[in-house]
């Protein structure tokens, strides 16, 4: 992980891909703990530290994740995360081009909990929920295209499911359509960037995350 913004009521980290957010059945390490780890280390703080969890990003995407170093901070971001008031744009690459260079895609998304996988569709299903996200291509090599997605709605595995839905499955994205695994088992989306007023100090906050260090990655985003 890598510190990108710290005050005395949030931190803000660019995650690895492969690091988990809060823990699951893995037992294995969080990045919740490796921050916890962080500020006790570097404050010398006695006990417990609290660290709250706003949002998260699934195990195998890089990017930005946001905790809260207070109730106060922790309880006002989780009202702007339900409100809509946190905006994250995201960047990934696809295997193919899309057919509009910008467009806005609107599904229902179905999500299977036995097979953690989410299914869209053009027209609503019993127990299916809107998905609604802008995308724009920014650059492209030989065989890849870089876009750049805002979310409209956050439904579970909405990106990966929705790219996939037109032909254009994210790279190392197994689960949905990629023809080949990434070495590392990542996917190529990566939380780019986020803007939202400061839960405390009600500043404009814009925080950036540099792009995983990978040939691909640096190449097309050197534009």
Request: proline share 4%.
């Amino acid at each position: 992980m890598q510190i990108l913004y710290e005050d005395n009521h949030i931190i803000v980290v660019s995650k690895t891909s492969g690091e988990i957010v809060q823990g699951d059945k893995t037992g294995d390490k969080t990045l919740c703990d490796s921050v916890k780890e962080y500020i006790k280390e570097k404050y010398a703080k006695p006990g417990n530290v609290f660290l709250g969890i706003a949002h998260r990003l699934d195990r195998p995407v890089s990017g930005i994740v946001i905790f809260a170093k207070t109730s106060k901070a922790l309880s006002r971001l989780n009202n702007m995360f339900r409100d809509g008031e946190v905006h994250k744009l995201y960047w990934a690459i696809t295997q193919n081009m899309p057919q509009k260079e910008e467009d806005t895609l609107t599904h229902w998304i179905v999500r299977n909990e036995k097979q953690n996988k989410s299914y869209a569709y053009d027209r609503e299903k019993p127990g299916s929920k809107k998905a609604m996200l802008h995308y724009k291509v920014i650059s492209s090599t030989d065989n890849y295209t870089l876009l750049a997605v805002n979310l409209m709605t956050g439904r579970h595995h909405q990106i990966r499911c929705q790219l996939s839905a037109i032909g254009c499955p994210i790279k190392g994205d197994l689960k949905y359509g990629s023809r080949r695994s990434n070495n590392d088992g990542s996917i190529s989306l990566h939380a780019r960037k986020v803007e939202f007023v400061h839960p405390v100090s009600k500043q404009p906050m814009c925080i950036e995350a540099p792009v995983p260090d990978d040939r691909l990655w640096r190449e097309i985003s050197d534009f």
